[in-house]
């Protein structure tokens, strides 16, 4: 799932427990009662049932893309709700975010791996794109050296 500035910590926690409802045993009594009232259920009511369902795994892995791009504010509720979540046994959270951005998550039984691409990856790529595209006659060899160091040194800013 990707993050962006569109969404709120509350509607990322509902996505969650979507998923988790496609893998549960079945649609909660309680939930079922407030689409055949036509009511959307309440903040509280999605972090109670995300709680409930929770129980009923052994393991969750939530996986979180490109944190650094939402907002500071919302980023801070996602980081308290996903704190209660996590203190909960068997729910592991994988995220990126640009190395500038700290989340509040870390806990006693945390560990945080630090992963970052490496020059020669984003140079990888990008010949293996230029020989995709077979753009020889369109651009020299110097012209797509200068593009790929220019791209290679931009990245380093992220």
Known sequence: MTYDNHETALR???SLLTQLLYQ??????????YYRNKRQPGDDFIRELFEKLQKQFSKIFIVLDALDECNFKERDLLTLELRKFLQKRGC?????ARPDVELKLKSQSSRITVLKTQDND????????FERRDIDDELTYSDRTEIINKIVTESQNM
């Open 24 to 33: 549960s045993e079945g649609v909660p009594h309680e939930l079922m009662e």
């Open 92 to 96: 592991r959270l994988c995220y990126t």
């Open 12 to 14: 990322v926690i509902k």
């Open 122 to 129: 984003i140079t990888i790529f990008l010949k293996q794109q």
